[in-house]
């Protein structure tokens, strides 16, 4: 009967972050592919000709910033902006797996949360255990993302008025945001270099140091995710508390203390239910014993809520951008004007009417050599 338990925990546990993996490599799979795609898609238009490869619409999954901009925008005035449609699409499925799912997003989706895995892998090589933060220091430092998080927050969505949202979607800087987030990488800067190293060794020394500490993104997720229905439970009854949920918890949450996990911390990586060697004990569901979540329907809804939306994007034509090959062709040409840059979070004084006037010139031209 041992045997067969510990054969049944062993399955369950490989099944679980199999999906998982699976998962992660699938959307890692779909971020190198965009990357390499808009890679080529900017190399044709530096080249000056018609690019042979479309734009990929999510791109704009890393633009946040934009994003939510576009979000305050779309709330206020209730206009879906055509500047990075797919990016505020992303933006809101995110948003929705962490209301749904807990911060499912971080630990099946993000490709940063599977780097760090294995940064992780890298950590206990080097130190043969998981060192953790004391916890008078890890509160602090946990704090920084938050604060990142209330800094954007507050110069967005409540400095900002209709306005000033409009200003900004529409300026030259944003339409071409997507180009310099590639040129940031191509062409890091010294400064940036060393801060992004700083980052990687630290993570390293650290577990999920970007993760835990600064990510303001995966601070967002984290308060949404107190809204989620499904949580990890724990039944008292069966549990034999051998903390085996708690050791192997990446975010080094006490699930065995716990009958529900409420933590903001908590990524429902599901390797505290893969581990737990008593059947049915530890579990993510929307109520205690009821609606319990397979770690296959998990991965399921998770793929489902991109796919769904992408493809609701696509039939409702907000998925493409609404900038036109010429328009990209023109702005890469002149790139290097101030009114393309920006400083300290500032983008150049420009005049909106007479700028969109000259982008609306520029693609009525294209759609009459079309």
Same mark, same amino acid.
Request: with cysteine; aromatic share 14%.
């Given at each position: 009967?041992?045997?067969?338990?510990?054969?049944?925990?062993?399955?369950?546990?490989?099944?679980?972050?199999?999906?998982?993996?699976?998962?992660?490599?699938?959307?890692?799979?779909?971020?190198?592919?965009?990357?390499?795609?808009?890679?080529?898609?900017?190399?044709?238009?530096?080249?000056?000709?018609?690019?042979?490869?479309?734009?990929?619409?999510?791109?704009?999954?890393?633009?946040? @910033?934009?994003?939510?901009?576009?979000?305050?925008?779309?709330?206020?005035?209730?206009?879906?902006?055509? @500047?990075?449609?797919?990016?505020?699409?992303?933006?809101? $499925? $995110?948003?929705?797996?962490?209301?749904?799912?807990?911060?499912?997003?971080?630990?099946?989706?993000?490709?940063?949360?599977?780097?760090?895995?294995?940064?992780?892998?890298?950590?206990?090589?080097?130190?043969?255990?998981?060192?953790?933060?004391?916890?008078?220091?890890?509160?602090?430092?946990?704090?920084?993302?938050?604060?990142?998080?209330?800094?954007?927050?507050?110069?967005?969505?409540?400095?900002?008025?209709? @306005?000033?949202?409009?200003?900004? $979607?529409?300026?030259?800087?944003?339409?071409?945001?997507? $180009?310099?987030?590639?040129?940031?990488?191509?062409?890091?800067?010294?400064?940036?270099?060393?801060?992004?190293?700083?980052?990687?060794?630290?993570?390293?020394?650290?577990?999920?140091?970007?993760?835990?500490?600064?990510?303001?993104?995966?601070?967002?997720?984290?308060?949404?995710?107190?809204?989620?229905?499904?949580?990890?439970?724990?039944?008292?009854?069966?549990?034999?508390?051998?903390?085996?949920?708690?050791?192997?918890?990446?975010?080094?949450?006490? /699930?065995?203390?716990?009958?529900?996990?409420?933590?903001?911390?908590?990524?429902?990586?599901?390797?505290?239910?893969? /581990?737990?060697?008593?059947?049915?004990?530890?579990?993510?569901?929307?109520?205690?014993?009821?609606?319990?979540?397979?770690?296959?329907?998990?991965?399921?809804?998770?793929?489902?809520?991109?796919?769904?939306?992408?493809?609701?994007?696509?039939?409702?034509?907000?998925?493409?951008?609404?900038?036109?090959?010429?328009?990209?062709?023109?702005?890469?040409?002149?790139?290097?004007?101030?009114?393309?840059?920006?400083?300290?979070?500032?983008?150049?004084?420009?005049?909106?009417?007479?700028?969109?006037?000259?982008?609306?010139?520029?693609?009525?031209?294209?759609?009459?050599?079309?």
């Amino acid at each position: 009967m041992i045997r067969l338990i510990k054969h049944w925990s062993e399955t369950a546990s490989t099944s679980t972050q199999l999906y998982r993996r699976i998962v992660q490599y699938i959307f890692l799979g779909i971020t190198l592919l965009i990357g390499i795609k808009f890679t080529i898609f900017v190399n044709h238009l530096e080249s000056g000709i018609q690019p042979t490869v479309s734009r990929p619409p999510a791109i704009e999954a890393f633009l946040p @910033i934009s994003s939510l901009i576009s979000l305050k925008y779309w709330l206020v005035t209730g206009v879906f902006n055509r @500047i990075h449609p797919s990016g505020l699409i992303i933006l809101i $499925i $995110i948003l929705s797996t962490a209301m749904l799912l807990k911060r499912g997003f971080c630990s099946w989706v993000c490709p940063f949360g599977l780097l760090t895995e294995y940064l992780n892998k890298v950590h206990r090589w080097l130190f043969r255990k998981h060192i953790k933060i004391p916890r008078g220091l890890d509160y602090p430092l946990r704090s920084l993302k938050y604060l990142l998080l209330s800094f954007f927050l507050w110069a967005i969505m409540i400095k900002m008025n209709a @306005i000033s949202l409009e200003y900004f $979607i529409y300026s030259p800087y944003n339409m071409v945001a997507d $180009i310099k987030m590639l040129y940031f990488f191509e062409n890091i800067s010294a400064f940036a270099f060393w801060i992004l190293s700083a980052i990687f060794v630290l993570s390293i020394l650290i577990r999920n140091f970007w993760c835990r500490y600064l990510c303001p993104y995966g601070a967002l997720l984290g308060v949404l995710s107190l809204l989620s229905v499904f949580k990890i439970h724990r039944n008292d009854y069966s549990c034999t508390r051998c903390r085996q949920c708690t050791r192997i918890c990446p975010v080094d949450i006490k /699930v065995h203390e716990t009958s529900c996990v409420i933590s903001d911390e908590c990524h429902a990586c599901l390797k505290c239910v893969a /581990v737990c060697p008593e059947k049915d004990t530890l579990y993510i569901s929307a109520f205690k014993r009821n609606g319990i979540v397979k770690p296959w329907v998990y991965a399921a809804t998770i793929c489902l809520l991109f796919l769904g939306g992408s493809m609701l994007g696509r039939i409702t034509g907000y998925w493409q951008t609404g900038i036109s090959t010429s328009e990209y062709l023109f702005h890469i040409r002149h790139l290097s004007l101030p009114l393309y840059q920006h400083s300290r979070g500032q983008i150049p004084a420009y005049n909106k009417e007479a700028w969109l006037r000259m982008m609306e010139e520029i693609r009525g031209t294209e759609r009459d050599l079309g």
